[in-house]
């Protein structure tokens, strides 16, 4: 990991930094199907909603943030809530310097903590990589242990040009037959170690 970096849980003050890490996503890239920059209020507002249930994380070196992951709902039905769907941004000119595997590692034992069993990643993908889309992400989870595990063909349009998604999991525990209730992150955050 790059040096000097440590991982913590994001506070709403993070929020400001957060968003300057995802603007880009948003205005240059089909990582994110999503068009237009979250005002600061709206994005505060995911986050809010996100740390009543999940962990939300942060890497930082010397007070700057340089990346963040956080883990949201599978899906609201009530038999799906042992999985959780996974997300992870990190500064563009901090890529490949090992702050993803730090903070996806840190998130895994946060979900794990919390009695989670399953990992989902939606990740954006392309046919033929271009200037706005190449699937980097795709290998970076096949690296952590990810395995595809479906793919909807031309369903995100962005620049002018379509994309697929896939959706990729990993097993974070045991699916026993009577799997203990999965708490919500606040309930055993003071007991969980970065």
């Known amino acids: 990991m ?7 849980l994001a506070t709403l003050a993070d929020a400001p930094a957060l968003l300057a890490i995802y603007a880009p ?4 890239t089909a990582i994110t199907f999503e068009y237009e920059v979250p005002s600061l209020e709206e994005f505060e507002d995911r986050m809010r909603h ?3 249930r999940y962990p ?5 070196a010397d007070g700057t943030v340089l990346g963040y992951a956080y883990a949201s709902s599978f899906h609201e039905r009530e038999a799906y809530g042992w999985g959780a769907e996974v997300t992870i941004y990190v500064r563009q000119d901090q890529q490949r310097r090992g702050l993803g595997r730090a903070l996806y590692s840190a998130l895994e034992r946060a979900l794990t903590r919390q009695g989670v069993l399953s990992a989902y990643a939606c990740i954006a993908y392309t046919k033929a ?5 190449t699937n980097n992400s795709s290998v970076f ?8 595990v479906g793919r909807f063909r031309k369903c995100g349009y962005k ?5 697929d998604m896939v959706w990729m999991e990993k097993q974070l525990g045991p699916h026993s037959v009577s799997p ?14 970065i």
């Open 25 to 28: 996503y948003v205005q240059n």
């Open 50 to 52: 996100t740390m009543t």
């Open 129 to 133: 990589e271009d200037i706005y889309l």
């Open 141 to 148: 989870h096949e690296h952590l242990g990810y395995r595809l």
């Open 56 to 60: 939300y994380l942060v890497a930082e």
């Open 159 to 163: 620049f002018n040009r379509w994309y």
């Open 2 to 8: 790059t040096s000097g970096a440590t991982i913590r």
């Open 180 to 193: 203990e209730p999965v708490r919500n992150f606040p309930e055993v955050a003071d007991s969980f170690t």
